[in-house]
């Protein structure tokens, strides 16, 4: 056994060319290997992070809240240094957190780099800017070595940006973040942009995702991003799956999203063509099915439900009442 380290050790990577990584180790850099039992997600709202649902993310993956399995996890990140390593070392079986501060596609498909990724049981991807996540992650080794962790039963979580590219279907930022005005005043705002056939998770299919939902009122965005999806010929029906601030959404390995934090979780379903959604024109669509989901409370992402929900419609991009 290697000794721990007390603090983050700063690493340098060798990589090829010009390209480096700073990769920031906080715990027994060996490897472990215990038996993994998810597959699990993670999906932060943002804001600040919730100590239970990053804990029931490990958990999950581990299989257990009180055995000594233990995990490596690996913080990606575009920006930033290792502000996630000692508070996630701290919780209960965790044996090492490393974090990648990848700037470069050529950082990002470095064999160094996958084989640190491909050899962890736990992938969280940091906030910043999910277009970075896009341009450097999407298509390569990189990718594919996260899809290998939850294929073999570990969790990937993210927050803010990192939640942004969970769903089949990803809202990319790459020209700007939209606001709701916007977007339900023209659907086909320049800001409105998309990314396809990146992960593709078991139970986020025809999904695309949100965060700092009702602190940025984003839930009018929201509504005109899924308008597009069905009006852009992608799917036939599409689903919002929303968190705001301080709130997360812990997947298990049956579908079953339980609502973690101080926050709501929103289920927003559009399951029919719009009646327009057309460029430099506003939105109208009637009746966006959506489910609130409280603290504690629980959505079957696999099977999901046909009641229980609210509507909200938009005409002329104007709502017919408050969405949240």
């Not at 943002?46 to 055995?67: E, H, K, N, W, Y």
């Not at 950082?107 to 049981?121: D, G, L, M, P, Y």
């Not at 999910?130 to 992650?137: I, N, T």
């Amino acid at each position: 056994m290697r000794p721990l380290f007390a603090a983050a050790c700063v690493l340098a990577l060798s990589l090829p060319a010009s390209a480096k990584i700073t990769r920031y180790v906080t715990g027994n850099p060996a490897d472990v290997a215990p038996a993994l039992f998810g597959p699990a997600l993670n999906l932060g709202g943002g804001g600040t992070d919730v100590d239970a649902a990053l804990q029931q993310m490990i958990d999950l993956a581990r299989g257990c809240t009180s055995c000594p399995a233990t995990v490596d996890v690996v913080i990606l990140r575009a920006s930033g240094a290792d502000g996630y390593n000692d508070y996630i070392y701290a919780m209960n079986g965790v044996d090492s957190v490393e974090s990648l501060v990848i700037t470069k596609a050529a950082e990002a498909n470095s064999a160094a780099v996958v084989a640190t990724v491909a050899n962890a049981e736990v992938v969280f991807f940091a906030g910043g800017d999910q277009c970075d996540y896009v341009r450097l992650f999407k298509g390569g080794a990189l990718e594919a070595a996260v899809e290998s962790v939850y294929a073999r039963g570990g969790a990937i979580g993210g927050t803010s940006a990192g939640m942004a590219i969970q769903g089949e279907f990803i809202y990319d930022g790459c020209n700007g973040s939209a606001t709701s005005a916007q977007v339900l005043a023209n659907p086909f705002d320049r800001r409105a942009t998309f990314t396809y056939d990146y992960f593709a998770w078991s139970d986020m299919g025809d999904v695309i995702t949100d965060q700092h939902l009702v602190t940025r009122d984003r839930m009018g965005r929201l509504l005109g991003f899924l308008a597009r999806q069905i009006q852009d010929g992608k799917t036939p029906t599409a689903w919002g799956v929303a968190a705001d601030e301080v709130t997360s959404i812990v997947v298990d390995k049956n579908g079953l999203a339980t609502t973690m934090g101080s926050g709501n979780a929103y289920y927003v379903f559009a399951d029919h063509f719009p009646e327009v959604c057309q460029a430099k024109q506003p939105l109208t669509y009637s009746d966006f099915k959506i489910w609130r989901v409280g603290p504690g409370d629980t959505f079957d992402l696999r099977n999901r439900p046909a009641a229980g929900y609210y509507t909200v419609s938009v005409t002329g991009g104007v709502l017919s009442g408050s969405p949240y």
